[in-house]
């Protein structure tokens, strides 16, 4: 795409080597997105303390520089320079990979996702099933954090986590099919290129053109939408889905007895996580990068300004699903683990699987 | 079956009227007092660090028996005749040097029954609560305004008093009685 193609056609000309330009090229458009997380990581640990504080009537961080801004830097300051604690029976191999699977495998989704039309890190022609698939290294990442922290808790958090995150996969995969049958198409970047126009074409109001079957597909495509927003909800382990980290339950779940930087990582993928899956939910049923109301590059005639644009909403529709999330933490009690099994196998997948026969019949007809 | 549909509209239902409630609250002011920078204002009768007013104290030793931890400890000496310790605020006279008047506040349990005892109302409990110390012995506070050299003046007048009692007693016991008149007997008229 655009931006990969700039940066080579920039090292080509000044190195004139097809393969110093595609390493360079390909290293840095691999860098993007992690430093679109990382920045997104700072703000959201803030935002998250934050908007909680003032749902709760009270202020939140507001020492650490004007308004708390310097906060996440002191978290992260604080949490690099701890002691790396392994306790002695601890699994020494398993316990230094978790953090590791569990980052890379929030992480490795940002690949898929349209940031603009300019930047995509990797244009799958699979990539909704790559995303479904990647997110799923966490499981056995979470698995080994609670087995090899030899700790009863840590385990029964990591077991519960193991079970919702897989059953969850479901009726989130039910859904994605639901559109994959609408559109025909896979590729995140496709997706987001048929939604074009104004926000009536969005998949949330039955996507492009303007035919009977779209209106039909109008609830359907919002009940999708929220079957969709409540399992990805589940699957990053976000309240009122939070068994596995329950703060008040299991002490801090299967990441209990990591310390520094491996906790660091933890949190690092959990607010990773809860972007991308912010941004599946916007890219497939808002729209992805695509603004409600045409660009105001192409109404001054700027056409460099579109892309930037387009990285800005949907930046914005992450960060506003985000928030949503961060709403709904402070709303919600928690489910109890058997509430929890029992909204995915006997409401959401029912729904989802009802949605998707009645999507596809209109789809035939 | 109808149950079922009924459970799903009412969750969702109820979630969102859960959401227009938190949301609501995103919008009331915080409650928190953003102490150190502003102060709390405390209630009219609540304890904190106790205070002693040296010049109303008769060492009357009420408020260190009456202390359950024993942190009050007073030590007082009895003042020569003819001296003049000045009054209460009462308008009494006092008649006792304290030399020693020590609250160790960290062993204070704030219960204020140090309070009530005191005949002159001159120990009782102000309402300051920032007193930390980097050493543990600086929480012992001492009361007496007098200077040390006074202090020992003062035993030492009363120590010479007492030896010079205690001589007059001696002498009185070592001198032989004294002669008790003869019972006259009269006549009766």
Known sequence: MIIYDFLYNLVYSLFQSALVSNIVAMTICAALPLIFVLTFVLWAVLAERKVSAWMQDRVGPNRTGPHGILQTVADLIKLLQKEDIVASENDRPLFNIAPVLVFSGSYVVFAVLPFSFAFIGSNIDLGL?????????????????????NNKYSLLGAMRSAAQIVSYEIPTLLVLVTIIMITGTTNL????EMQTGYFWNWMIFGGPGLSAAKFL?????????????????AEVNRTPFDIPEAESELVSGFHTEYSGMK??????????????????????????????????????????????????????????????????????????????????????????????????????? | MKEYFQNVWYGLFTVFV????????????????????????????????????MDDCIGCDQCSRACPVSCISIETVKSIPGEDLGKTSNGKKKALWVTKFDIDIAK???????????????????????YSEYERNSLVYNFVTLSPAEIAQKKSNFAKLEAEKAAQKAAAAAAPPPVKPAAKTEDKP
């Not at chain 1, 099933?129 to 922290?149: C, D, E, K, Q, Y």
Request: net charge positive; charged share 10%.
């Open chain 1, 129 to 149: 099933i790559f995303l479904v698939a990647a997110s799923g290294f966490v499981v056995p990442g979470i698995l080994m954090a609670g087995w090899s922290s």
């Open chain 1, 189 to 192: 970047r496709t997706l987001s």
């Open chain 1, 217 to 233: 597909f109008i609830p359907f495509m919002f009940i999708g939408f929220i079957i969709l927003y409540i399992s990805t909800l």
């Open chain 1, 263 to 365: 906790f660091a990582m933890f949190f690092l993928s959990e607010y990773a996580n809860m972007f991308a899956v912010s941004a599946l939910v916007s890219a497939v049923f808002l729209g992805g990068y695509q603004s409600p109301f045409g660009y105001i590059g192409n109404l001054i005639h700027v056409t460099w300004l579109v892309p930037i644009e387009q990285f800005f909403w949907f930046a914005f529709k992450g960060v506003f699903f985000v928030l949503v999330q961060m709403w709904l933490r402070w709303t919600l009690p928690r489910l109890r683990v058997d509430q929890l099994m029992a909204l995915c196998w006997k409401y959401l997948i029912p729904i989802a699987f009802v949605n998707l026969i009645i999507v596809g019949l209109i789809t035939v007809l």
């Open chain 2, 18 to 53: 859960g959401m227009k409630v938190t949301f609501k609250h995103l919008f009331v002011p915080s409650v928190t007092i953003q102490y150190p920078d502003v102060n709390i204002k405390l209630p009219e009768r609540e304890r904190n660090r106790l205070y002693v007013n």
């Open chain 2, 108 to 130: 204070c349990c704030f219960c204020q029954l140090c309070v009530f005892p005191c005949p002159t109302e001159c120990i009782y409990m102000t309402d300051v609560f920032e």
